[in-house]
T-cell receptor, first 112, second 112 residues
Framework: NAGVMQNPRHLVRRRGQEARLRCSPM?????VYWYRQLPEEGLKFMVY????????ESGMPKERFSAEFPKEGPSILRIQQVVRGDSAAYFC??????????FGPGTRLTVL | DQQVKQNSPSLSVQEGRISILNCDYT??????FLWYKKYPAEGPTFLIS?????DKNEDGRFTVFLNKSAKHLSLHIVPSQPGDSAVYFC???????????FGGGTRLMVKP
């Protein structure tokens, strides 16, 4: 049973470019969450999605960030016009419902 | 406003002894608590959880204690092993939200 998959594992972007991070949840899990970890800090919630719906986006920055979880395919976290402060590890987690969340290996975004 | 705090950034323990990691929270709406272990360059791995209706949960070498009146939880690892060396995060969620709020983490080093 494959765990949560994230790709790419490492992503380098120049300021002003777009970053797209993908997450495939565990089999049977319909709930997806995105968290961000800045250097030397804990994980911070960004957004919670179910298939085709955003349930809670209270942790998402108001501009440049968006997320989706389409009916088919992985969940996507999109960051437009990246800035150096976006450099962080982005983790995706999934759960079958209101239950324990299982995390993927993360995508490390570096903005030059 | 840090709702979940881990006041010890690091802890060093001898192999075979007990490791005790602590976590305090301020939000009385939290009702579900989890501990995750994280190795460098990997995602958090779920260890153990506890619901607010319990005060103790045990799984092998890991035991979590919850003191609701003090808004405090702790993770006991006994006996500690060198492979337990990692960063440990406590996390909490509330009745009305599936979002996890994380502490800043405690780096545990188990010396052989």
């Amino acid at each position: 049973n494959a765990g949560v998959m994230q790709n790419p594992r490492h992503l380098v972007r120049r300021r002003g470019q777009e970053a797209r991070l993908r997450c495939s949840p565990m089999k049977g899990h319909s709930h997806v969450y995105w968290y961000r970890q800045l250097p030397e800090e804990g994980l911070k919630f960004m957004v919670y999605l179910q298939k085709e719906n955003i349930i809670d986006e209270s942790g998402m920055p108001k501009e440049r960030f968006s997320a989706e979880f389409p009916k088919e395919g992985p969940s996507i976290l999109r960051i437009q016009q990246v800035v150096r402060g976006d450099s962080a590890a982005y983790f995706c987690a999934s759960s079958p419902g209101f239950d324990t969340q299982y995390f993927g290996p993360g995508t490390r975004l570096t903005v030059l | 406003d840090q709702q979940v705090k881990q006041n010890s950034p690091s802890l060093s323990v001898q192999e075979g002894r007990i490791s005790i990691l602590n976590c305090d929270y301020t939000n009385s709406m939290f009702d579900y608590f989890l501990w995750y272990k994280k190795y460098p360059a990997e995602g958090p791995t779920f260890l153990i959880s506890i619901s607010s209706i319990k005060d103790k949960n045990e799984d092998g070498r890991f035991t979590v204690f919850l003191n609701k009146s003090a808004k405090h939880l702790s993770l006991h690892i006994v006996p500690s092993q060198p492979g337990d060396s990692a960063v440990y995060f406590c996390a909490a969620s509330g009745l009305d939200s599936n979002m996890l709020t994380f502490g800043g983490g405690t780096r545990l080093m188990v010396k052989p």
